[in-house]
């Protein structure tokens, strides 16, 4: 929307004579105004503040409001429109929140069955307080819980033998629970994971921890520790990922940022009912994230006709495709072969300009032709259009969209906090065919779909967002043909939080191999809560090589067979 343009149709209306129209348009009008000298008012505080710093001085100081958390001073940037500058709470919590359900407080009862580790009897202090003919009668019986936490020293005695007919001495081998090298046995290894990635303490947190419980141990081979683990449990992160893809009938997936070595990186989960995964790439763009949907494999790239389809799609221009069109091919070519040859055809030049979205187009064609992945719930960010045969959207990020217009004109408020209650009325009638679907009510939900987000307002920025979300109706009403997939994304942004804690505690990892720590504990602990799986047990029993408990990949598959 265009100040200057809206002013120049202002200056030859008529006060006294102006329709309902041309009121809404004034409105609209002063809408803008004020909407831009709140910006100009905020980018001069900014640069106020910027000299101050400069003249060594503070700027404004930073007040939280109420529900409000403190920006600090240096982040990741922001991951996509709706986390902007805007910083007023624009979450959907009250509104989505089924009103039909109270939660219950939790009680927490005694289990019977629960073993007594400790028995202590208490009997009055002095007997001869008591009446002569009180006589003894049983015991009040309470139960309480303690921890105990201490450290515990070992001395292992490995038998040795020597052979005088073979000149050999034979040492008995390290248990599960040992390693050669090591001064720390595994189960101890298990508790600084859990403590780094499941109850989010830094590093020297955990030392201080340890040492004040008579462990004797440096942050620096507690480091170690953590960066050596994840190694050994990359196999089972990358079984999880790909059976959950495989047996799951839609996969969730967010991003947020993350820091490596001082560096911006981006976290990418992946999850359903089954599972949830992470993984941290230097990039978020869409062939990354089917390079993570393959699982790791090495890049494929086909150019037939589908291919061509899609260059429309990415704006690839004519002339380029034309001469794309003399070297199609039926059967897919790894990444060096494939840059070879459309080097061959495209000159230098329009390869520097064109090449990466030709390489992104031949890429998402030959993930499509090979099982690709059915469904995928998302937000509304570009790098996730085309790697699924069907890309739903999160209701709650279209709602969050409505929520950020912030008007500042009473009359605009009332509009949108009235349209804002028939979004969240007819967000609660798809939730009510989940549980019952039928065809008939599906198609009453798709007409009304199509009467609410034809309405005009004559707010000017509330009717382009109902303009812009009416066009996404395929996207956010797959719910009526699937049922069963999410109206929204809220498991991934909760499974994105973890590694936002993870941020805010530890700011970034330094390497590869804590990195990887990072993404695999994660996954692996998450995956666990879905499974109905004791973390803390599952880690402890792989460390100390016991294995009495199923794999989490193996667990995935058992439970799709059941459901």
């Known amino acids: 929307m265009d100040i200057k343009a809206h002013i120049e149709k202002v200056k030859n209306l008529v006060p006294g004579k102006m329709s309902a129209q041309e009121q809404a348009f004034v409105l609209s009008l002063l809408e803008l105004v004020l909407q831009e000298l709140e910006e100009q008012k905020q980018l001069i505080q900014t640069l106020k503040d910027e000299i101050n710093r400069l003249k060594g001085e503070q700027g404004k ?8 958390k403190e920006e600090p001073e240096t982040s990741p940037a922001p991951e996509d429109e709706d986390t902007a500058t805007d910083k007023r709470d624009v979450s959907s919590e009250k509104e989505r929140k089924n009103k039909k359900s109270e939660r219950k407080k939790r009680q927490v009862k005694f289990d019977e069955s629960r073993r007594i580790d400790e028995r202590e009897t208490v009997d009055v202090a002095q007997k001869s307080d008591l009446p002569d003919d009180a006589e003894f009668k049983g015991y009040a019986i309470s139960h309480y819980q303690t921890l105990e936490i201490k450290a515990k020293n070992i001395e292992l ?4 033998y020597y052979s005088a007919t073979t000149g050999q001495t034979y040492t008995a081998p390290f248990p599960g629970n040992y390693q050669a090298g090591y001064d720390y046995t595994q189960e101890l290894k298990g508790h600084i994971i859990m403590l780094k990635f499941e109850f989010g303490m830094s590093t020297p947190k955990i030392g201080d921890f340890l040492r004040a ?9 507690i480091s170690n520790i953590l960066l050596g683990s994840g190694g050994a449990f990359k196999g089972e992160q990358e079984a999880i990922h790909q059976n959950g893809l495989e047996v799951g009938l839609y996969a969730q997936t967010d991003t947020t940022g993350a820091r490596v070595n001082g560096e911006n990186h ?33 890049r494929a790239y086909l150019l037939n006709e589908r291919a061509f389809v899609i260059y429309q799609y990415l704006k690839i221009p004519i002339y380029i495709q034309s001469s794309l069109r003399a ?3 039926e059967t897919a070519l790894l990444q060096e072969d494939f840059v070879a040859l459309v080097q061959s055809v495209l000159s230098e030049e329009d390869f520097k300009r064109h090449g990466e979205k030709v390489l992104e187009g031949a890429y998402i064609t030959a993930y499509q032709a090979d099982n690709p992945l059915f469904i995928l719930v998302s937000d509304d960010a570009p790098q996730y259009k085309l790697v699924a045969l069907f890309v739903f959207l999160c209701w709650v990020h279209i709602g969050r969209h409505f929520k950020k217009l912030n008007p500042k004109i009473k009359h605009h408020r009332q509009l949108l906090e009235g349209f804002l209650n028939d979004f969240w009325l007819f967000y609660e009638r798809l939730k009510d065919y989940q549980q019952r679907p039928d065809p008939l009510v599906g198609r009453e939900l798709s007409k009304a779909f199509d009467q609410l987000f034809s309405r005009t307002t004559g707010y000017e920025a509330l009717d382009e967002q109902i303009k812009k979300t009416k066009a996404k109706k395929e996207q956010l009403l797959g719910v009526l043909k699937h049922p069963y997939v999410p109206l929204h994304n809220n498991a991934s942004e909760l499974a994105v939080r973890k590694e936002v804690r993870y941020r805010d505690v530890s700011f970034q990892t330094r390497n590869a191999k804590g990195t990887q720590a990072k993404d695999v504990f994660f996954t692996i602990i998450q995956t666990c809560k879905k499974l109905g799986v004791n973390a803390y047990a599952y880690i402890l029993d792989r460390m100390t090589k016991k294995q009495n408990i199923t794999r989490l990949d193996e667990l995935i598959l058992q439970k799709a067979d059941l459901a």
């Open 213 to 221: 419980n008579g462990v004797d141990i440096s942050n620096g081979t």
């Open 157 to 160: 005695r490995r038998c040795i």
């Open 61 to 68: 100081p930073r007040l939280k409001g109420k529900n409000q």
């Open 266 to 298: 981006h976290t990418h989960v992946f999850g359903n009912d089954y599972y949830t995964a992470y993984f941290t790439t230097p990039h978020k763009d869409r062939q990354t994230v089917l390079d993570l949907l393959r699982a790791g494999q090495p």
């Open 327 to 329: 070297i199609r091919f």
